[in-house]
């Protein structure tokens, strides 16, 4: 829980009494790898820091599982549209390795808007990272050719290729298995 007060400190100091709060409303949850944190269909009630562990967030096309997001240590996690809307989401969130995540419900999380103003900063500077961490993913899947999107990858979070299997990182890429294979070989 210190590592999360410790990240949420870093965006902007946290009064004596939001920590207080938080200590006393905050819980933990620990996932085994290939437990589901959300399933689709269902509404993602809570949102998460990972203190330890990986998990991915994806969706179904035509019988296949997409991936759309990869977390790690350190990282907030929620299905964002079915968080904010409080609506069935249209993804799954699964453990890729035994985690420890620290949560709160939404209603919870609106509570301490309304009573801490400060952490209506911190949650806009939170939201402004993933927002822009998406854009760049996104830049790249619709407008860069294989190689140059596994080199992104490579660039941004290269512990992932040691972390997540290739058929999950082909998935999350927009390509094969057998083009993610040809690519690592080249890179």
């Given at each position: 829980?210190?590592?999360?007060?410790?990240?949420?400190?870093?965006?902007?100091?946290?009064?004596d009494?939001?920590?207080?709060?938080?200590?006393?409303?905050?819980?933990?949850?620990?996932?085994?790898?290939?437990?589901?944190?959300?399933?689709?269909?269902?509404?993602?009630?809570?949102?998460?820091?990972?203190?330890?562990?990986?998990?991915?967030?994806?969706?179904l096309?035509?019988?296949?599982?997409?991936?759309?997001?990869?977390?790690?240590?350190?990282?907030?996690i929620?299905?964002?549209?079915?968080?904010?809307?409080?609506?069935?989401?249209?993804?799954?969130?699964?453990a890729?390795?035994?985690?420890?995540?620290?949560?709160?419900?939404?209603?919870?999380?609106?509570?301490?808007?309304?009573?801490?103003?400060?952490?209506?900063?911190?949650?806009?500077?939170?939201?402004?990272?993933?927002?822009?961490?998406?854009?760049?993913?996104l830049?790249?899947?619709?407008?860069?050719?294989?190689?140059?999107?596994?080199?992104?990858?490579?660039?941004?979070?290269?512990?992932l290729?040691?972390?997540?299997?290739?058929?999950?990182?082909a998935?999350?890429?927009?390509?094969?298995?057998?083009?993610?294979?040809?690519?690592?070989?080249?890179?």
């Open positions: 829980m210190e590592q999360l007060l410790n990240y949420l400190s870093a965006i902007h100091p946290l009064s009494g939001l920590k207080e709060h938080l200590r006393s409303i905050l819980k933990t949850r620990e996932l085994h790898k290939k437990d589901f944190l959300l399933r689709a269909g269902h509404t993602c009630r809570h949102i998460c820091f990972i203190e330890k562990g990986l998990l991915r967030c994806f969706y096309k035509d019988d296949l599982e997409v991936s759309s997001w990869f977390m790690k240590e350190g990282d907030v929620i299905s964002v549209e079915s968080f904010y809307q409080q609506k069935a989401s249209y993804e799954s969130i699964q890729l390795e035994d985690c420890v995540l620290h949560y709160i419900d939404y209603n919870e999380l609106q509570n301490i808007y309304r009573r801490f103003p400060e952490f209506n900063f911190i949650g806009r500077v939170i939201t402004e990272k993933y927002y822009g961490l998406s854009e760049k993913r830049y790249a899947i619709r407008m860069q050719r294989s190689q140059e999107r596994y080199d992104f990858l490579m660039k941004n979070d290269s512990e290729v040691l972390r997540v299997p290739a058929k999950y990182l998935s999350y890429l927009g390509i094969t298995e057998v083009t993610m294979s040809k690519v690592k070989a080249r890179a």
